[in-house]
């Protein structure tokens, strides 16, 4: 039987690759994102593939986001495979430098966006005692790094709700697991340093991770057997150790 997966943030980077991974192997898509062109644009490429809807919407606006899930066709409403993958980073600045806007940015998106969506489908998977949740999180929920508190502290939040969700759905079969990649070269630089020119250095002088890395890799998690849960998954490309240590070569 066709799965189903909704995929947050599908307008580009790992977003769009796993959409576009998933379709290859005949999973049937609904893509959600702010962008409704690139939306389209992305449905049109896929539908050769699998089916695909799209939902535009803000993960930020709790109702938008209840409204849109609920306006979903019966042909697409069983929801099998859930990847929160929307998410942004604001800014780089010292905590006393910081912009209350760019904290809000990152808490609405990624904490409060994943968890309006989540609660959105997690009824419909508790109520067939199946399904699967994958949190994009970073290797920065994993440590934290200079200038990169609040940031640093929404990843943090994402694996504890990752693991919080693995607890309680535990009863009803649902997996659930995180994946957490380090560098990703797309288009995260370029929003977290609103377009400045440091934004094009930061993937000089080593092979970053590719956005189709991920989505190879979160294919892999959601086709393993149904006893087999990969719970949390850290991946770097080979030129990082950690956050802050990276081999370049100029």
């Known amino acids: ?116 969506v989540s609660k959105a489908i997690i009824p419909q998977m508790t109520e067939r005692n199946s399904g699967h949740i994958i949190n994009i999180g970073s290797s920065a929920g994993k440590e934290v790094y200079p200038k990169g508190n609040v940031y640093c502290a929404s990843k943090h939040a994402v694996l504890a709700i990752t693991e919080g969700m693995r607890i309680d759905l535990n009863p009803y079969g649902i997996k659930v697991g995180a994946i957490n990649p380090g560098l990703v070269e797309t288009e995260f630089s370029q929003v977290r340093f609103k377009g400045d020119a440091i934004a094009n250095s930061v993937y000089k002088g080593f092979k970053a991770l590719q956005a189709k890395d991920i989505a190879e890799i979160i294919y892999f998690v959601v086709s393993r057997p149904p006893h087999v849960n990969i719970a949390d998954l850290l991946v770097f490309p080979t030129a990082q150790a950690n956050s802050v240590t990276v081999k370049k070569e100029f």
């Open 1 to 116: 039987m066709t799965k189903i997966a909704l995929i947050t943030g599908a307008t580009s980077g790992i977003g769009e690759a796993t959409a576009y991974e998933f379709a290859k192997h005949g999973i049937d898509l609904i893509l959600c994102g702010r962008r409704l062109e690139r939306l389209q644009t992305i449905q049109k490429a896929l539908e050769r593939l699998t089916d695909v809807h799209i939902l535009n919407f803000d993960v930020r606006d709790k109702k938008a986001t209840k409204d849109a899930i609920e306006s979903l066709p019966e042909n697409f409403k069983k929801i099998d495979i859930l990847i929160n993958n929307a998410g942004n980073a604001h800014g780089l600045d010292p905590i006393d430098c910081g912009s209350l806007d760019d904290w809000d940015a990152m808490m609405d998106i990624n904490v409060k966006g994943l968890l309006y």
